[in-house]
Every structure is written in C-alpha cells, then in structure tokens.
C-alpha cells in the first residue's frame, strides 16, 4: 500500500483592502505590513520525495491582484524629449482607502496622470497595476499601484540608467510605518494609532482611534512637522476641535492655535478668528 507523505508550505495571500486597518498583522503591536502565513499541505512523489507540483493556471490578462484593469498609456514631448509613461487603469469605478494621502488617478479631461489628496470618480479612474515612465527608450521610473496608491517597490532612475532612489510601499502607506492596537495579544485586536513613517521621519497622514473604532484624531505630517488642520472627535463620532498649525512645514512665524471647539453634543463651544 502506498503511502502519502505530505509537506508544509508557506502561502502569502493579498489581505483586501477592507481589512487593512481592522486586521493585525505584525507582532508586540506594531504594524509591520506582513500578512498572516497560513499553511497548506502538498503532496510529495514517494520515489523523489519532491512536492507533486499541478500545472500551474495561466495568469489572466490585465488582472492584478484579483481586479480586471485595462492598459493605457500618455505621450509628452517632442523628439528625445518625449516621456512615455505606460500604466493600467480600473475597468469599474471605484474610491481609494480613505487612509492614504496620495491618490494616483487619471484624468479623463487632461489625459494625464494626477497625484491628488481627492478623487471623483466622475472625473477619472484609479490607476491598478504596473507602472513606467521612459524617456528615449530609458526607463525613469517603475512599480505597481494598488486601487491609486502606490505599493509594493519602486524604482527611479536618471537619464544614465542609474538608481536614484528606492521606496517600498503598502497600499498608499511607506513600508516602515507603524500601527500600534489597543490588545496586541487579543484575537480581536483593534487599532488604536497609525504612524506613517517615511525615511524615519513621520510623513503624510496620522490616524489615533477610539476604542470603540471611531477616529479620535487625524491630521498631516511633513517633514516630521504638523501641518494644517487637525481634527479630534468624541468617541460618539462628533466633532470636537479643530487645531490649526502652519500649512508649510518650518514656519516659525505661525503658531498653533484652536480654530474651532464643540461639545459631544455637536454645539460649538468656540470659535476664533485668528489666521482669518
């Protein structure tokens, strides 16, 4: 009688991007953008004790990560000028994660690809797949976008063909940001902060939740600096001040100050007109 010997083998399957806030995924309470490592068992040919491998299913055309796209492509310049870039869009409209600050979509009325903090599917679609701007057949810039944020590698290059800079990405977050839970341990773990993190200093937007999943605070980072306008809420969902600090990072000549302040009953409480 043959016998069947099995094996485990790490799969690492994409988290959607409904659960990219609600779902744990790092250890001691950080977020550190690695998916849970489910196994699955394989079967091994008994002679060889190699795994029996099926054939693999051919990867579908203009799909990536699950979701149909269509590819296109934008032309500027003239002669050795001319910069290619090509690129795949969704088929469906759709909104981007409500928790990233660059939105990379295209624009139906420029024909050009946009980098915006707001996005109206009326207006264009989301960039989804993979990416390259060229210029005389020399490659500038390449990596993939997931539903209008930038993921995973990216690479830019000079005219030379050599390396300029490397970034990774998650879904619209630098790799190295962190997410810290209100119960690490727990199997219901539930978000209390997200840092974003870029090069070691805090850049783009900041999240701090209630316990109860309601945002509690959220604003902009640049430079490491607070820039703009940030927000608190009562637990409720209400609003409950409005902080406002200099637009540009560095500004010693402006000082932050409460803009706004209301009661969880939603009355304002306060107001000044400094900054007006």
């Excluded at 050795?80 to 990233?100: A, G, H, M, N, Q």
């Excluded at 630098?174 to 773990?189: A, C, F, I, W």
């Excluded at 509690?216 to 600096?225: C, I, L, P, S």
Aim: hydrophobic residues 30%; without cysteine; positive net charge.
């Amino acid at each position: 009688m043959k016998h069947i010997v099995f094996a485990l083998v790490i799969l690492f399957p994409w988290q959607s991007l409904a659960q990219e806030v609600k779902q744990a995924f790092g250890t001691e309470g950080q977020y550190t953008f690695e998916t849970d490592k489910p196994y699955k068992l394989l079967e091994l040919d008994e002679k060889t004790s190699e795994p029996i491998v099926s054939k693999k299913k051919k990867p579908k055309r203009n799909t990536f990560y699950g979701v149909k796209t269509r590819k296109s492509y934008t032309r500027k310049g003239f002669g050795d000028r001319t910069t290619l870039e090509l690129f795949y869009v969704l088929k469906k409209p759709e909104k981007p994660s409500i928790f990233v600050r660059d939105i990379y979509w295209y624009d139906f009325t420029r024909r050009e690809i946009r980098k915006t903090a707001n996005f109206d599917p009326k207006k264009g679609v989301l960039l989804h797949g993979p990416y390259k701007k060229m210029q005389n057949a020399v490659v500038l810039e390449e990596g993939i976008f997931y539903k209008g944020t930038k993921h995973g590698r990216w690479m830019q290059y000079d005219r030379n063909d050599i390396l300029n800079d490397k970034e990774k990405y998650y879904k619209g977050w630098p790799k190295e940001s962190l997410v810290t839970y209100y119960d690490p341990q727990g199997n219901n773990r539930r978000v209390k902060e997200m840092i974003p993190i870029e090069i070691d200093e805090r850049e783009g937007f900041y999240f701090l939740f209630h316990e109860n999943g309601t945002i509690a605070v959220t604003g902009e980072y640049k430079w490491d600096q607070k820039v703009g306008d940030w927000i608190e809420n009562y637990p409720n969902g209400k609003r409950k001040k409005i902080i406002a600090y200099p637009k540009e990072p560095f500004d010693k000549e402006i000082r932050p100050f409460v803009r706004k302040e209301w009661d969880d009953k939603g009355r304002e409480i306060f107001s000044s007109n400094k900054g007006t």
